[in-house]
T-cell receptor, first 116, second 113 residues
Framework: AQSVTQLDSHVSVSEGTPVLLRCNYS??????LFWYVQHPNKGLQLLLK??????LVKGINGFEAEFKKSETSFHLTKPSAHMSDAAEYFC??????????????FGRGTSLIVHP | EAGVAQSPRYKIIEKRQSVAFWCNPI?????LYWYQQILGQGPKLLIQ????????DSQLPKDRFSAERLKGVDSTLKIQPAKLEDSAVYLC???????????FGPGTRLTVL
């Protein structure tokens, strides 16, 4: 069975400093992995996705993530935080099940707080 | 391209009442998802449709929740009767292919009193 663990419920950074949001997953096969962002009172939006191509994935707004199969990790990073990055971030694993279906599983979320 | 539409945006009901939510996915998207997001948690998949067939409903409380997707387009999610613990945001999402990027609607915030 697949699962996702977001290791931090809250991450606090100062504007202009690097961001690291950690995600570990458990999957039986070769999963697809996603990061979504949810701003207050706004819908969930895709940041980036990994689907078995390049292990370093670049997304929107300067975010990127690296797929490390040996560590079963898919951590999200950004070199320099901006105030507008303050939001809830979700790591998602989607693995092919028997029968050909894909069932997405969300992590519990990490709240990113950015201080001026 | 129009996004995923949901209605209503907000709903307040008494426990034991029934409620229904509607979702219109992005045109041409065959896969449709309903999620429940309780405050402070990640979205939990309730049911997934591929066209008008159910792919997965293993986490749907079938004694009180039901969902349908007639003609493989719009979908409705119903709760009957509602319980206090059903208070949550109900999200609808769609994707063009199974396992690919999901596009989310704004959600319906349900409060059960």
């Amino acid at each position: 069975a697949q699962s996702v663990t977001q290791l931090d419920s809250h991450v606090s950074v100062s504007e202009g400093t690097p961001v690291l949001l950690r995600c570990n997953y458990s999957s039986s096969y070769s999963p697809s992995l996603f990061w979504y962002v949810q701003h207050p009172n706004k819908g969930l939006q895709l940041l980036l996705k990994y689907t078995s191509a390049a292990t370093l994935v670049k997304g929107i707004n300067g975010f990127e993530a690296e797929f490390k199969k040996s560590e079963t990790s898919f951590h999200l990073t950004k070199p320099s935080a901006h105030m507008s990055d303050a939001a809830e971030y979700f790591c998602v694993v989607s693995d092919e099940q028997s029968g050909g279906s894909y069932i997405p599983t969300f992590g519990r979320g990490t709240s990113l707080i950015v201080h001026p | 391209e129009a996004g995923v539409a949901q209605s209503p945006r907000y709903k307040i009901i008494e426990k034991r009442q029934s409620v229904a939510f509607w979702c219109n996915p992005i045109s041409g998207h065959a896969t449709l998802y309903w999620y429940q997001q309780i405050l402070g948690q990640g979205p939990k998949l309730l049911i997934q449709f591929q066209n008008n067939g159910v792919v997965d409903d293993s986490q749907l409380p079938k004694d009180r929740f039901s969902a349908e997707r007639l003609k493989g387009v719009d979908s409705t999610l119903k709760i009957q009767p509602a319980k206090l613990e059903d208070s949550a945001v109900y999200l609808c999402a769609s994707s063009s292919r199974r396992g690919d990027e999901q596009f989310f609607g704004p959600g319906t915030r349900l409060t059960v009193l």
